[in-house]
Nanobody, 124 residues
Framework: QVQLVESGGGLVQAGGSLRLSCAAS????????MGWFRQAPGKEREFVAH????????YYADSVKGRFTISRDNAKNTVYLQMNSLKPEDTAIYYC?????????????????WGQGTQVTVSS
């Protein structure tokens, strides 16, 4: 089974950028679709972005479309989330997750493995 470790979170001013990384080990990363989710205090975990096994297909939540970019490097067993034009409402703990489903999925229950999360704080 894949193990996931996120990094790259931090404090940034509104309008700034951050790049999150998620390193995978212990499994077949290239056979997993990958997603990023986030959870703000007092709110449910929500879908942010998904990338297919080969990276040929991506899908985004409307709230981040045009600002965030998900990508992956299967040779490095790593998935990335480039976040630009950050807003205070992007503040949350960001989690990466792996799914064995072939199709795009935005549902938390369809992801099998989760990282521990990394905090992103955007100040106004």
């Amino acid at each position: 089974q894949v193990q996931l470790v996120e990094s790259g979170g931090g404090l940034v001013q509104a309008g700034g950028s951050l790049r999150l990384s998620c390193a995978a080990s212990g499994g077949t990363f290239s056979r997993s679709g990958m997603g990023w989710f986030r959870q703000a205090p007092g709110k449910e975990r929500e879908f942010v972005a998904h990338i297919s096994r080969t990276g040929s297909m991506t899908y985004y939540a409307d709230s981040v479309k045009g600002r965030f970019t998900i990508s992956r490097d299967n040779a490095k067993n790593t998935v990335y989330l480039q976040m630009n034009s950050l807003k205070p409402e992007d503040t949350a703990i960001y989690y990466c997750a792996a799914t064995r489903r072939v199709v795009v999925t935005t549902l938390t229950r369809e992801y099998d493995t989760w990282g521990q999360g990394t905090q992103v704080t955007v100040s106004s």
